[in-house]
């Protein structure tokens, strides 16, 4: 239908005949002289009906082109000439295209919104083809495009096998968030789709696939933050007979070269820190090093204050003291520094003590009259403050002072534009293997019950799982988890000690991983793994803090696709086809 | 953990260390000298732990080898070493490797089947990790994994993006087929997956997408025939600006040079038939063209018989007579001639007339007594029966004879050893647009009702609807419909027509498709594409008559996945969260 791209006719191609196809992005009649600029996904051209002495049917070519409206699709056959006024802002700027056939191949009707009116989100969405028609998401999708096209051709290179695994599986352990699908043949009974393809590529390697990989839809039934999706898409890999540091090389090199593939940058070799560091210098599992700030522990500091917040936390077995030096913050009014507290407080801050000292080093702090004059110069020097800074206080168990702390890093670093420009990775490792559920009274899997502890033995195991170090390990980029695997359990034995410290009983593992118990008695091999968050990473990479900008049809924060609105009501009678019926409603009146 | 693979130690590692890791294949202890096959995915070497005076650890060497059982997995470091009797049914046969550790990283218990014991498939697929684990399922499942990279490298360097299109959708027309997914948020209503993407990537189009594809899972709610599964994989494409040939010719030279990477074969170019004539010829419009027999309308020689079954349907509309000829099929016994006749029987045949010639020129056949000899005569001579032949006849409504003449030539085909080793793809094209299903007393698409067909004009279509044929093309090969697609309906007005002549009403169509037809209100591109069945190009290029044997995870007929023990039962608190409920049952009694 068309000889070339518009956005690549150029000037190798004066006095040829081109014929092109594309959308009328501007179409201006200036009366017996018409100008068109025609759009294809490579760019635009200008295409020029002119008067021509002479020349037969060119009052059909200016009629023609006199009609054509925003968006209509064309097919324009020309000459390419060079043009009298050049325009720098568009590649094809040197040349034009004159016109001696318009053919209008479908008419565009008056569109709902323009691009340039900054609509809001939900129209967007409910017209997703007129966004994703402009440049600016054909940029945005295109990267996608080349990071998964980058990540696949590095692995194929090197033999991992793409393998599928299925969509209607087995209901999982963190059931509650499965989505489920009733099955027609077997009445009473579901599907569930996958949370991540995790036991299917354990069993892959017990089958003998030595390294998988597959960029895996995933489904995850939860309320949506406005960074999730109910279905997302991981790059997910298991490799054989490895140890942690084999999974980490590779994986490292794998995204260091799809970075300086796509976007021309050189990541070096990633820093590596221990899950233990992290908290402490970051109050973050996935600490954001563009952000030069830092946490600073002063337990011994306050020990001798009579700030009973302080004291009664500090040394004190799971309670936490810290600071936080913020450079310049003295600049900071009463209400900022309220907004601080609030902020920290979403974090599960009680309250926010600080320390200002003015650019001429007048001291301002609630908590001055608690030290003795030489412990708060000490506790000033400890942490490093000079005139002009201001110093953040939490206290308080030892994971909610982390938490809050690290929030408030994070927001300290926007606000006095302490954000280093570029790339940050790093690898965190040694987590712990296992939280304690106060609530419930039970250990919870920090990772999933399938990561191996650091330790072989699994008497030493059950006596110190309170502090067990998992073989688990993330890959954090700019204070996100881009990443994350672990080296499995391979043996049946270490597998059902697991399950049991998790509350899982014999019986229950039996029934929901017996397969897996199974796998691992008839000669697994030592595995381990990574998933990275493709839609995350392609946000990352395409400069968009919304991954639905990477997402051809994404869904809503209610989970609603706008553009054909699913979900939608089904016929009763479809669903006594698959056995089941919507739920009365429980009233509560 | 290893420094080389099993399959791969060769002669120019004689001398040098090695630690290889894999499973223990065969282990034998000749009493204080042990050899093990070890085995990983590249292949199987022999190791040797044999008494060596002197060295120490050596009777822990042998120790540890003499304890390896079956499938055991194992790292061994030893050095290589030539072999005294050379295997030459290996690649490694020249060389074994002369163990100094034999470490057993996991220990395998007895295996509930073995390979070579045949077993059935429901046990295979129970413990589907062993399975997989066999050199032949292997070796399938590599041949799925180059087949994939290969069309995904063709495509990535055309141009084509490769784009996700949502799992979680809106329930189709076709909806009797929907798996259904209840939507936690939104009560009473429910998602669907999609039998394929076709609404999505029309959508993409329009979107100002040129070239897109997708490797997409697909899903179909029905009774399972052998060779079909719920969720099946599809490489789907679209093209924006393009005519059926465009498609045609891109598509043809995909598969042309995926065969010749993959299969090391030269398809050449692909002969092409119209719809009618594929029936006219073969009965089918998937013909096998390995098969040299054709079928041939004898209409003008029977209509002045006395055999009414043919005279009520010879030369009528909508009627077919027509002839099998089977070269050597004078062989059949009375007892095989029935067997084709029960064969014939279930495509809808009321019964099978035939001629058949000895070797001597004898006549046998139940219908030349209603034939004058001259006619019986000239109508052997139109069919090209000599002697030693059988010719089958067939007489009844068109679509019914040629289904049932169709599956006649395939077995005759197998029976007689006529077909063609290799390769045999062709295009048909010119498919009707519409069906007439008389039960409903209206039109059905053939396609889907998105294909255009080939008039433009509204009334034309509407005016000739029940012989007008469609912009639909399928790629079929050595009898398999391989790939399948069309040229779609880019103007909303056609849409709407076709919809119409459907018996989808206004606005049932606006309900379900009501932003399909919007999109094509807003400047749709003419666009076009094609799907083709991954799993069926798999199992071809494997070698294998069953799509299972190419799917790592596959589901039996039954809709069950034996190793996981999907579909289950789902507890009832579970079910009310996403507000639905088992059906109470509807007992007959």
Redesign the interface.
């Known amino acids: 239908?068309?000889t070339h791209f518009c956005g690549l006719v150029n000037e190798a191609l004066i006095g040829q005949t081109v014929t092109l196809?594309g959308?009328a992005d501007v179409a201006r009649d200036l009366g017996g002289l018409c100008f068109i600029d025609l759009r294809?996904?490579e760019g635009i051209v200008q295409i020029v009906a002119e008067p021509a002495p002479g020349v037969e049917g060119n009052a059909e070519v200016i009629a023609a082109a006199a009609a054509v409206g925003y968006?209509?699709?064309l097919?324009v056959t020309g000459v390419v000439r060079r043009r009298e006024s050049v325009n720098a802002r568009i590649p094809t700027g040197q040349v034009e295209v004159v016109a001696h056939k318009v053919e209008r191949?479908?008419k565009?009707?008056p569109?709902?919104f323009h691009a340039h009116e900054n609509p809001g989100e939900d129209i967007r969405l409910k017209?997703?083809?007129?966004?994703?028609?402009t440049p600016d998401m054909?940029r945005k999708?295109?990267t996608r495009?080349k990071l998964?096209?980058a990540l696949?051709?590095w692995l194929?290179a090197r033999g991992f096998?793409?393998?599928?695994?299925?969509?209607?599986?087995?209901?999982t352990p963190e059931?509650?968030r499965?989505?489920?699908?009733?099955?027609?043949?077997?009445?009473?009974?579901?599907?569930?789709?996958p949370q991540s393809p995790q036991?299917?590529k354990q069993?892959?390697m017990?089958?003998?696939?030595?390294r998988y990989y597959q960029i895996a839809?995933c489904?995850r039934?939860e309320?949506l933050r406005a960074d999730r999706q109910?279905?997302f898409?991981q790059l997910d890999m298991e490799f054989?007979?490895?140890?942690e540091r084999?999974v980490q090389d590779t994986s490292e090199s794998l995204v260091r070269d799809v970075f300086r593939e796509v976007m021309q940058v050189e990541l070096g070799e990633f820093p590596r820190m221990t899950w233990s560091e992290a908290m402490r210098r970051f109050g973050s599992d996935k600490p954001d090093l563009r952000i030069a700030l830092e946490l600073v522990d002063v337990d011994a500091q306050v020990e001798g204050s009579e700030f009973k917040v302080f004291t009664d936390w500090a040394g004190v077995d799971g309670g936490r003291v810290c600071a936080l030096r913020i450079p310049g913050g003295a600049s900071l009014s009463r209400k900022q520094i309220d907004e601080y507290a609030a902020h920290a407080a979403k974090y599960g801050a009680k309250g926010l003590a600080y320390i200002k000292l003015s650019d001429s080093g007048e001291v301002s702090s609630p908590i001055a009259k608690f030290f003795a004059e030489e412990a708060f110069a000490a506790l000033v020097a400890h942490v490093g403050a000079g005139n002009g800074d201001i110093v953040f206080f939490g206290a308080g168990p030892h994971a909610t002072v982390s938490d809050f702390m690290g929030a408030l890093r994070l927001k300290a670093g926007k606000d006095f534009g302490l954000v280093e420009a570029g790339w940050k990775p790093l690898w965190v490792t040694d987590f712990p293997m296992f939280e304690w559920d106060e609530e419930a009274q039970r250990y919870v899997a920090l990772h999933h019950p399938f990561t191996a502890p650091a330790v072989d033995d699994i008497d030493d195991l059950r006596a110190n799982a309170r502090t067990a170090v998992s073989r688990g390990y993330d890959m954090v980029l700019n204070g996100n988890e881009i990443g994350g695997g672990s080296i499995r359990i391979?043996?049946p034995a270490m597998q059902s000690a697991v399950f049991e410290l998790l509350g899982i009983g014999a019986e229950e593992a039996e029934a929901k991983f017996?397969?897996l118990l199974?796998?691992?008695?008839?000669?697994?091999?030592?595995h381990g793994g990574i998933a990275f968050g493709v839609d995350r990473i392609a946000a990352l990479m395409a400069g968009t803090e919304s991954i639905r900008d990477v997402?051809?049809?994404p869904?809503t924060t209610?989970?609603?696709?706008l553009?054909?609105?699913?979900?939608?009501?089904?016929p009763d009678a479809?669903?006594?086809?698959?056995?089941?019926?919507?739920?009365p409603?429980v009233r509560n009146d």
Request: proline content about 6%; some cysteine; hydrophobic content about 45%.
């Open positions: 239908m068309r196809c959308w294809d996904h968006e209509d699709c097919r191949l479908n565009a009707e569109l709902p017209y997703r083809y007129l966004d994703l028609r054909q999708m295109r495009t998964v096209q696949r051709r194929d096998q793409d393998i599928e695994t299925p969509i209607l599986t087995k209901a059931g509650a499965d989505f489920l699908v009733p099955a027609r043949m077997h009445e009473g009974e579901f599907y569930a789709l036991l299917f069993i892959l017990v089958a003998g696939f030595d839809r489904f039934d309320a109910l279905e898409t054989a007979w490895v140890t084999d391979h043996r017996g397969f199974d796998a691992l008695r008839y000669g697994a091999p030592p997402i051809a049809f869904k209610s989970a609603q696709c553009m054909t609105g699913a979900p939608s009501p089904v479809q669903l006594a086809e698959v056995h089941v019926a919507v739920r409603r």
